[in-house]
């Protein structure tokens, strides 16, 4: 499941700003929740931390390794504003620590320039499964 459409700025080894065009077609909107539709917090948070493997692929040269980025842990979590289809949400992630294997992130999700959601994450850069 992609959550990330368009990354509009890159700074390697700082940040990244992407968009999420949240739409009606989504399939979770289906089930959450009849008659109001929103977006779960837990695949807004997913989208931060795909914004976040975005940005440690590019500012660690991974770019065709095949690495991985995985969740490590999720702190401070607060959810501001629901998450409505029609909106662009932008992902804003910035590094708060960055090393070869493991790095920590602070991310918050806007929509129309407030914040929605916002959270602290750390995640592990791991090899490929074996063929």
Do not use: W
Request: charged share 20%.
């Amino acid at each position: 499941m992609l959550l990330v459409d368009r990354v509009e700025e890159l700074i390697p080894d700082r940040s990244i700003a992407a968009i999420k065009a949240v739409t009606i077609n989504e399939p979770f909107f289906q089930g959450h929740f009849p008659g109001r539709p929103i977006m779960p917090g837990v695949l807004i948070v997913e989208a931060l931390a795909q914004a976040a493997g975005v940005l440690a692929v590019e500012s660690l040269g991974l770019a065709g390794s095949g690495k991985l980025v995985y969740f490590m842990a999720i702190d401070e979590a607060k959810f501001r504003v629901p998450v409505e289809p029609g909106v662009l949400l932008r992902l804003e992630v910035e590094f708060v620590q960055k090393r070869a294997t493991v790095c920590k992130f602070a991310g918050r999700a806007l929509v129309d320039g407030k914040v929605a959601a916002q959270a602290n994450f750390t995640a592990m850069i791991a090899d490929p499964p074996a063929a």
